[in-house]
């Protein structure tokens, strides 16, 4: 539920720990996502709760999980007892019995206090996973910690988002910006401007040989978009999409053997 890709450092204070400036940006992050036009409300949480599947009687570990509203309302749809990890700390109040909210860095899942010799049967990555500080050694942790026959569910941007930002930014051509490796910063208004944002670039060679030396591969990818009714409801969302493409979802099971 945290943006990806993002070292965040205040404006104020200077570069630093990029854990410390998210806990200012995550209740404006979940202010933002709670508007009605949110389009983690329009498109987003529908296309993960459906890559989910029914998740009855099921266990879910939700890395990185903001402020935990989404692995609390899988546990009001049924499921098991259930985690959220993250490492700001600021989780909603009173969930759901069988919702357990621990602050912790999804860098290490086999580190977190709770978590030791547990087994999930879904595993998710909502726009967290950039955050990982070595991203397949985070993977092959969620790997371990699979239960028989379960799988990952990963969000990530576009790439091609940033490579449009960094050429507008720079002045310069979408395909020099996709390949480039160069970091790039930016104040985020619709959360809070006293934060700049830093992306960590990506191409989507990167994403994919990264599932594969994790052990993992892709059993389906999704591009969500508006719905045509929303389409007609917020037309300024479908701007957005018609120009940064939007997300992609992965499904990720563990490679046989």
């Given at each position: 539920m945290v943006p990806d890709d993002s070292?965040?450092?205040?404006?104020?204070?200077g570069a630093g720990d990029a854990s410390?400036?998210?806990?200012?940006l995550a209740s404006d992050y979940e202010q933002a996502r709670s508007r009605?036009?949110?389009?983690?409300?329009?498109?987003?949480?529908?296309?993960?709760?459906?890559?989910?599947?029914?998740?009855?009687?099921?266990s879910v570990l939700d890395a990185g999980c903001g402020n935990g509203a989404k692995v609390a309302e899988l546990v009001r749809d049924g499921a098991a007892a259930s985690v959220g990890?993250?490492?700001?700390?600021?989780?909603?109040?009173?969930p759901p019995p069988?919702?357990?909210?621990?602050?912790?860095?999804?860098?290490?899942?086999?580190?977190?206090p709770g978590l030791g010799g547990r087994r999930f049967d879904r595993i998710m990555f909502l726009q967290s996973f950039g955050y990982a500080k070595d991203p397949v050694a985070a993977l092959r942790t969620a790997r371990m910690m699979l239960a028989d026959?379960?799988?990952?569910?990963?969000?990530?941007?576009?790439?091609?988002r940033y490579a449009i930002e960094r050429a507008?930014?720079?002045?310069?051509?979408?395909?020099?910006?996709?390949?480039?490796?160069?970091?790039?910063?930016?104040?985020?208004n619709g959360w809070n401007d006293q934060v700049t944002l830093t992306k960590r670039p990506y191409t989507m060679s990167d994403l994919l040989n990264v599932f594969s030396a994790a052990g993992l591969w892709i059993e389906a990818a999704v591009e969500p978009q508006l719905s045509e009714d929303a389409r007609r409801r917020y037309p300024?969302?479908?701007?957005?999409?018609?120009?940064?493409?939007?997300?992609?979802?992965?499904?990720?099971r563990p490679l046989p053997g």
């Amino acid at each position: 539920m945290v943006p990806d890709d993002s070292h965040v450092t205040s404006n104020s204070h200077g570069a630093g720990d990029a854990s410390r400036p998210w806990e200012q940006l995550a209740s404006d992050y979940e202010q933002a996502r709670s508007r009605e036009d949110s389009l983690d409300r329009l498109v987003e949480w529908p296309a993960q709760r459906e890559l989910l599947g029914d998740v009855n009687g099921l266990s879910v570990l939700d890395a990185g999980c903001g402020n935990g509203a989404k692995v609390a309302e899988l546990v009001r749809d049924g499921a098991a007892a259930s985690v959220g990890v993250d490492i700001s700390g600021n989780f909603v109040d009173a969930p759901p019995p069988g919702t357990q909210l621990i602050q912790g860095d999804l860098s290490d899942l086999a580190a977190v206090p709770g978590l030791g010799g547990r087994r999930f049967d879904r595993i998710m990555f909502l726009q967290s996973f950039g955050y990982a500080k070595d991203p397949v050694a985070a993977l092959r942790t969620a790997r371990m910690m699979l239960a028989d026959n379960g799988f990952i569910v990963l969000t990530r941007t576009q790439p091609i988002r940033y490579a449009i930002e960094r050429a507008e930014q720079n002045g310069t051509s979408l395909g020099e910006e996709y390949f480039s490796t160069d970091s790039f910063s930016y104040r985020h208004n619709g959360w809070n401007d006293q934060v700049t944002l830093t992306k960590r670039p990506y191409t989507m060679s990167d994403l994919l040989n990264v599932f594969s030396a994790a052990g993992l591969w892709i059993e389906a990818a999704v591009e969500p978009q508006l719905s045509e009714d929303a389409r007609r409801r917020y037309p300024h969302k479908q701007a957005v999409l018609n120009k940064y493409l939007g997300i992609l979802l992965f499904k990720l099971r563990p490679l046989p053997g």
